[in-house]
């Protein structure tokens, strides 16, 4: 026995059999938060968290985990966090990724529809991406996952914060000043004082404004001599824009007064009463994601 064990120990020492071995250097990282991995080995996100907003009840989400066993792997949502998939399996290169961080709010005619948590581990040319679907239900929890295409998941989270039909209204999560620039954008959409791709992007501001979008705005340059006249903001163009009104009444005043013929184009006079039909801080159908 004692030749046996010589022999064995020989052939696991000499150089030959030394040069077959496979040394793993690469450590398992299940779980986010393993607190026996070292820091570095830790699951490591690409971009910071946007910071809390939305509705304030659903604030106290934050900083709580949420989490659903789908066949071989456990999802976590974290709401205003990130999203993690976690292979359970005992397999050395067990897969641990983020499946997205938490960016901005989809806003669909008025009401929040859903949380986008992008920007995730990379997954071919892009980074994968995920959208949270709230829905009213008994009890918080992640009630359902799936992939509709490759490297962007849907999550199903149900709650009770969400049964109450305003509980997911935009406009009443502005600000004050936020919600005057709403009314006077919509005011300003019904006298057709400008587009409805217009309307959006004034929308869009205020919403980046509130925190409730990632802002997409470029800085534009200084306004070069010669050029038009811009307005800074919709108010400054609605002061000018009455300027204008109350200086062509004043010459069609003086002209008629002089019995001077003039052409009227019509439709200068523009009604300021208030649509009836339009609820306040409804913007109709828009999706901006």
């Known amino acids: ?73 456990k999802y976590e949502f974290c709401p205003f966090h990130n999203v993690t998939q976690h292979e359970q399996s005992f397999r050395w290169n067990a897969y641990s990724g983020i499946l997205g961080i938490w960016q901005q709010w989809e806003m669909v005619n008025n009401s929040f529809t859903g949380m986008w948590m992008s920007e995730g581990d990379a997954c071919a040319s892009r980074n994968r991406q995920t959208k949270v679907q709230l829905t009213c239900g ?3 929890r992640l009630a359902a996952v799936s992939e509709p295409s490759t490297c962007v998941y849907h999550l199903t989270f149900e709650t009770p914060l ?29 006298e057709g004082l400008i587009t409805e791709q217009g309307y959006n992007n004034l929308l869009r501001d205020i919403f980046e404004d509130a925190g409730l979008l990632k802002s997409q705005r470029v800085k534009v340059k200084a ?5 038009p006249k811009t307005h800074s903001s919709l108010q400054e163009c609605g002061e000018d824009y009455q300027k204008q009104s109350e200086e062509m009444k004043r010459l ?14 019509g439709g200068e006079s523009i009604s300021t009463a208030p649509n009836p ?10 999706d901006l994601m």
């Open 138 to 140: 008994v009890g918080s």
């Open 252 to 265: 069609r005043a003086l002209l008629t007064k002089n019995n001077i013929p003039f052409e009227s184009t």
């Open 1 to 73: 026995v004692s030749l046996t064990f010589q022999g064995t120990l020989h052939l696991l020492l000499t150089p030959a059999f030394a040069g077959k071995m496979k040394i793993v250097d690469e450590p398992n990282t299940f779980g986010l938060n393993n607190a026996i991995l070292a820091q570095g080995s830790r699951l490591q996100p690409r971009v910071t968290p946007s910071p809390v907003s939305g509705p304030a009840h659903l604030h106290h989400l934050a900083g709580k985990c949420f989490s659903l066993i789908e066949s071989m792997y």
């Open 223 to 227: 306004e070069l001599p010669g050029l």
């Open 277 to 286: 039909q339009q609820q306040r801080g409804d913007p109709g159908s828009l």
């Open 162 to 190: 969400v049964c109450h039909p305003h509980s997911l209204l935009v406009y009443p999560t502005l600000s004050e000043p936020l919600q005057k620039e709403w009314d006077e954008a919509e005011q300003a959409r019904y």
